[in-house]
Each structure stands twice: as C-alpha cells, then as structure tokens.
C-alpha cells in the first residue's frame, strides 16, 4: 500500500489554483477598494465578504452536485475546468478597471498622491515627530475641506463627520504634546487619521464618476462565483483518487503545494514592488496571476485523468479490503450524539479561528504600511508561509507524541499571543513584525493540523463533497462577518483595534476545541512527509 507521489502532486495542482488566487486577492484587492475607490473599512469589509457570502451557498452546492455528476472527465474536473478559465480571465479583466481609477488618482484635483507621499517620505521620518509637522497637516486639511464645502462637493454634514471623526482626533493629539514632540505610539494614531482623509478624498472621485467602480465590483464577482464552482470539487479530488490510510501523505503534499502557492503570490508582489506604496498600478499582479492560474490548468489536464485515477482506487480498495458501499450515505444527523457533538466543536473552533486569522489577513496590507510604516505588507506574510512550512515536520511529530488536539490548543495559544503582541508595536519596532508573523505562522499550522481530514473521515467515501462543504461553510461564514465586523470596529475607533480584535477571537476558539472529543489523532508512526499533514486554507 503506497502512495503515488507524483499523482498526488499533480492532483495538487488544483489547490495550487485556489490558492495563489485567494493570496493575491487577500492581498490587493483591500488596499485598492480603501485606498483608490475610498471606501472605508466597514464598506471594503463588505466587498470583501462577498466571496465568503457566495461561498457559504455555493461550496455545498457544487460539493454535492460534484457527488453526483458523471462526466467523461470525471465528477470533479468539469468543475475546475469552469471555474478556473473564467477566474483567470475575470482576475485579469480587473487590471483595466484599477488602472483607470489609478490614473484617475494621479490627476486628481485633490492632490491625492502629492499628499500620500509626503505623509509616506522617509525623509520627513524625524520631522513627524514634531507637532509643527502634523499642525501644518492640520491645516492644510481644514482649508481644503472648507474650500470643498463651499465648492459644493462635500456636504455640511460630510464636513461635520470629517471634522468629528479625523480632525478633532488629530488636534486632540498634537495638542497633547506638551513637549513639542510626538511620540511613536501617537504618531501611529495620526498615520492612521490622515491616511483616512486621504480615503475620502479618493471617495470623492468614486462617488463623482461611479461607473468604473461598479464595473469593477462586477467583475470580481464574476470571478468569485467561478472560485466558488470548483472549490469544493477541487479539493474533494483527492479522498476520490486517494485511499484513507493513505490520504495523511496525500494531503501533506497537497497542503505544501498551497503554501507553494501562496509564496509563489506573495515573491510575485515583493518583485513587482506592489507590497508597500498605496498607489501602484497592480496590472502585474492581476495578468501574472491569471497566467499562472491556466498554465497550471493545462498541466493538471495533461496529467489527471480523474475517471482512470478513481478506477484504479477502487480497485485498490478491494484489493486491501477497503471498499465501501457508494450507496451508504450519511449525514451530519445521522451522526452518533457524541461524535455529533465533537463534530460541531470542531467546526465551531473553525469559524472562531477564522474570525481572527482571517480579519488580520484581510487588514494587514492595509495596516502594516500605514500603521507601523514597513516598507513591504508582503514581506511579514512571505515570512509566515515560508516558516508554517518549516514547522510541518515537528508540528506532526508533536501531533502523533501528543495529538491533535492538545498540539491544536497550543498553536491556539501561540497565535493569540502574537496577535496581541502587535498591539504595542510602533514605527520603531515594526522589525519586530517579522519576527511575530513567523510565530504566527508556526501557530496558524499547527492550528489547522488535519483540521479538513478530521471533517471527511466522518463521511463516507460517497459524500465526501458534501462533507467538504460543511468544513468550507463554516470557514466561509466566519469570513463573512469578520471583514465587515473588524472593519466597523476600526471605522469606530481606529485602525489599531484590528489585533485585540483577532486575539479575542482566536482565544474564544481555545474553549470550543478544548471540550471536543473525537477526532483525535491515535498515537502511530508516522513518517516524515506525513508529518506535513496540514490543511491551509
């Protein structure tokens, strides 16, 4: 009984697919609706939310419609093929839209990037410091705001609201000072007040020639729509070609091959010089991506053939006597109670998990530049995907000494407390970033250490779509509510809330999978690349 590495490598490149879209996305797709169409975070989280909206319905649906297709190329491949062609293409239509609204920023009146790159010069860096620099801010905002209203281009109530929410804020700071001097911590508070302002004005050239925004908004969601047909699908691909005491190694290989993806997106941003500056024009990223999305495509038609693939795994199932009944299936009712039980936990820890982890990688790109001032939001993730890699093989020794669930609630721990490190960190100890993004990668690992294949090995081989769609929805639904909560939060009270926010979360997920039962790992040897059994979403 062995398992065939290179199948399972190519079988992996669907979530290759998934993955490199989903980073790119994450990465780019905040920074663009915030800082070029101005929208604030509570209205970015929403777009946002979209994918997870169509998700929640969707990944159950196609799960399940996936169980029963029967196409020449297989139940799952139709789905990939569809979806991923018409992803691409959307992924790379939105590059059009973002170099309108880009170009439409560089020639704004309101002398959007002029004003960006003085609050963002690292010349300027000691003079922040003084209160002479932020007054003079100060005043070039209350004269153009003013100048706006009585233009008619802003009403007195989005003057007052303005004045409320940014101003007032500002001045409260700088008056403060008794010294003359601003401190880290403060100006961390400022960067974030002006770099609002500056999401206004960005609103202003929105609201006055909306098309293109709604045109964009269009497009990318016709390009989640086609994520969401072959999620589910792609990822059930597996178990199908995959007997069970074998899809531990499987699903090692198919998880690195989404960390893969993920650095694959991540040094394309970091080359491309698109991980730090608001402004840029983010073409590369949109066309290289979409690019790599169907070549990849076309080597996972070329080597996976899905209904030989299934055929030679039933046979196997016989020949070990593995087989079982394609007409006995179930659902999660009619699970035993406490399995039931174990089984809610477990996806309840999910949905917490992801309340947090998703709310800061969602947000990050935003925060980093602006609140601790790196030169790149890219390089701290770059860090934590290259070290949850790393830390596969020890995370699976200590899973199989320990098992999963005690390895799970440590991760749980450790991804709190780098999450509620961030907090304190400033311009001056932003390096630090670097550091805590490794440990949170080394926690997000070891929190999802067989997290997919402890939902699926509770199904039947028959429905394992439909099993998928349930670890999928909950995870989806957490992404739902936390871009538009988090964001609503810092709309409220400021950008800085976003990690005490997460840590809150990840640590209301401790409980839940603290009382889960089933599920567990049995204590058995395990070799090294078993080791790597993580599911990264």
């Not at 959307?90 to 704004?108: K, P, Y």
């Not at 609002?196 to 020639?209: D, E, G, K, P, V």
């Amino acid at each position: 009984m062995k398992l065939d590495y290179k199948k399972t490598f190519y079988v992996g490149l669907a979530f290759f697919i998934i993955t490199i879209f989903w980073q790119t996305y994450d990465s780019i797709i905040t920074k663009i609706l915030i800082d070029k169409f101005g929208l604030n975070q509570t209205w970015s989280g929403v777009v946002m939310a979209l994918d997870n909206v169509l998700a929640l319905f969707m990944l159950p649906l196609f799960g399940a419609l996936s169980d029963k297709a029967n196409h020449k190329l297989g139940r799952r491949t139709p789905y990939v093929i569809i979806g991923t062609v018409v992803a691409a293409f959307a992924f790379i239509g939105l590059s059009f839209m973002d170099n309108v609204q880009t170009t439409r920023i560089e020639n704004s009146e309101e002398k959007i990037l002029e004003r960006y790159d003085y609050i963002s010069d690292e010349d300027y860096a000691d003079l922040k410091q003084t209160t002479g620099f932020w007054n003079f801010l100060l005043d070039d905002m209350m004269d153009e705001r003013t100048e706006a209203k009585n233009d008619g281009i802003i009403t007195d109530t989005q003057f007052n609201d303005w004045k409320e929410n940014v101003y007032d804020e500002m001045e409260l700071i700088v008056d403060g000072s008794t010294t003359g001097t601003i401190n880290q911590i403060d100006i961390s508070y400022l960067d974030g007040y002006y770099h609002n302002y500056l999401s206004s004005l960005a609103w202003q050239i929105t609201a006055a020639n909306p098309i293109n925004f709604i045109v964009f908004v269009g497009v990318l969601l016709i390009a989640l729509v086609a994520m969401s047909i072959f999620r589910s699908p792609a990822v059930s691909l597996m178990p199908d070609v995959t007997m069970k005491p074998l899809r531990s190694k499987a699903n090692a290989i198919i998880n690195l091959m989404g960390a893969a993806a993920g650095v694959t997106s991540l040094v394309l941003l970091t080359v491309f010089g698109l991980g730090g500056k608001s402004y840029v024009h983010y073409t590369m990223a949109f066309v290289s991506v979409g690019i790599i999305m169907l070549i990849v495509l076309v080597i996972f038609l070329w080597k996976v053939k899905e209904p030989k693939m299934v055929t030679e795994r039933q046979e196997d199932d016989i020949k070990f006597g593995l087989s079982e009944d394609e007409e006995d299936v179930h659902d999660m009712a009619d699970l035993p109670k406490d399995k039931k039980l174990s089984l809610y936990l477990i996806l309840f820890s999910v949905f917490l998990w992801f309340m947090g982890y998703n709310a800061v990688m969602t947000k990050v790109s935003d925060y980093a530049p602006k609140i601790l001032q790196l030169p790149s939001f890219t390089l701290p993730l770059l860090v934590a995907n290259v070290t949850a890699i790393i830390a596969f093989i020890p995370i699976g020794i200590l899973s199989t000494k320990f098992g999963r669930r005690k390895t799970i609630l440590a991760g749980i721990i450790l991804l709190a407390l780098c999450f509620g490190s961030v907090f304190f960190l400033t311009k001056d100890t932003g390096w630090l970033m670097f550091i805590i993004f490794g440990l949170t990668g080394i926690g997000w690992a070891t929190i999802n250490v067989n997290s997919y294949p402890m939902v699926v090995e509770l199904a039947k081989g028959s429905n394992v779509g439909k099993y998928t769609g349930y670890y999928y929805s909950f995870s989806m639904a957490a992404q739902i509510l936390t871009p538009i909560l988090s964001g609503f939060l810092m709309d409220q009270i400021h950008q800085k809330v976003l990690f005490p926010y997460a840590t809150v979360f990840v640590a209301l997920a401790f409980i839940t999978m603290f009382f889960t039962k089933h599920g567990d790992s049995k204590a058995e040897k395990k070799g090294v690349l078993e080791s790597f059994d993580v599911d990264m979403d």
